[in-house]
């Protein structure tokens, strides 16, 4: 199947604004399910007036956050997708910059160094574009990610040794969620990355970090860890935007990998409580869009 790359330019404009603007399903599930289960006060008032500011954002399509983010692009190709690899990533960045040119949106990208702007969310390395490969032939998926400076500001990497065992990574979520306090805008998701090396490892934690909840590692041993630490972050007291309370987390998320027989690295990061994304997929039945 042949994509048309100008199809892809307007799609990555289009996630992107949609990203900034409508909160996935999940997410105001989430929403639902902590706010019926917090018995802190304050708690209670933070969760009610962040479930107002979802609804009137939504309904005046307006952002649900100022901070626009560093804009992710998450790639999944089949294997009957045709393109010029080169293109598509010049596609997607131009759709980037079209979508802060063309709208009200706040470019939050800076050269690290000068801090100059060039007020299109893009900059050298930025957007950053992760490729993938999916058993779906006939399927091109392009996931965006707004992430915004509060979430990636709170993110860790341990390299712990093998003998510190299991008890090393869940005192390390803990200290971690402990540290970061209301700086991450709680409740979060939790991200944890473990095993592989240094830099997958971190790359592991914001795959975590941005999943949808509801879904599990896929890791048994993992899957079992996410429900263990997800129980423990909320008796922390942290509570929505730290102020106190049961909230503290929707969920705690791991994604792991094989790593070397003398390292065990564990990574976090952590995704605020405007957990954004959104979804281009292209099929030989067309375009649609999705979270």
């Known amino acids: 199947m042949k994509i048309d790359l100008k199809q892809v330019e307007e799609a990555s404009k289009e996630i992107y604004i ?25 708690g209670k008032a933070i969760l009610g007036t962040m479930i107002r ?25 089949g294997s009957n997708i045709a393109f010029d690899g080169y293109q598509l990533k010049q596609a997607i960045t131009k759709g980037c910059e079209r979508a802060t040119k063309e709208h009200p949106l ?19 390395g930025v957007p950053v574009i992760n490729i993938d490969f999916s058993d779906k032939p006939d ?4 996931e965006m990610i707004p992430k915004g400076s509060g979430s990636e500001f709170n993110s860790w990497l341990k390299m712990a040794f093998p003998a ?8 390390f979520v803990i200290d971690c969620v402990l540290e970061a306090g209301g ?6 998701i939790v991200g944890v990355g473990v095993g592989g090396t240094a830099d997958l490892c971190v790359h592991l934690s914001k795959v975590a970090a941005t999943r949808p909840l509801g879904t599990s590692c896929t890791d048994p041993e993992g899957a079992k860890l996410e429900q263990e630490l997800s129980a423990v972050v909320n ?19 791991i ?33 649609s869009y999705g979270f």
Do not use: W
């Open 255 to 287: 994604e792991t990998a094989a790593t070397h027989i003398t390292l065990n690295p564990v990574a976090v990061n952590m995704q605020c409580h405007s957990a954004r994304r959104s979804r281009a997929t292209f099929t030989p039945q067309g375009l």
């Open 183 to 188: 700086k991450t805008c709680p409740p979060t």
């Open 106 to 124: 706040r470019s939050s990208v800076v050269h690290p160094t000068t801090r100059q702007n060039e007020h299109t969310s893009c900059g050298r």
């Open 139 to 142: 399927e091109l998926s392009i």
């Open 18 to 42: 949609r990203a900034l603007k409508l909160l996935p399903p999940d997410i105001k599930e989430g929403f639902k399910r902590l706010d019926a289960s917090e018995t802190n006060a304050t």
């Open 164 to 171: 510190d065992g299991i008890d090393a990574i869940k005192t």
């Open 235 to 253: 008796k922390l007291g942290v509570g929505p935007q730290g102020l106190g309370g049961d909230s503290t987390s929707f969920a705690v998320h």
């Open 53 to 77: 500011n979802i609804k009137v954002a939504e309904a005046n399509t307006n952002l649900l956050c100022q901070d626009t983010g560093i804009p992710i692009y998450n790639v999944v190709i």
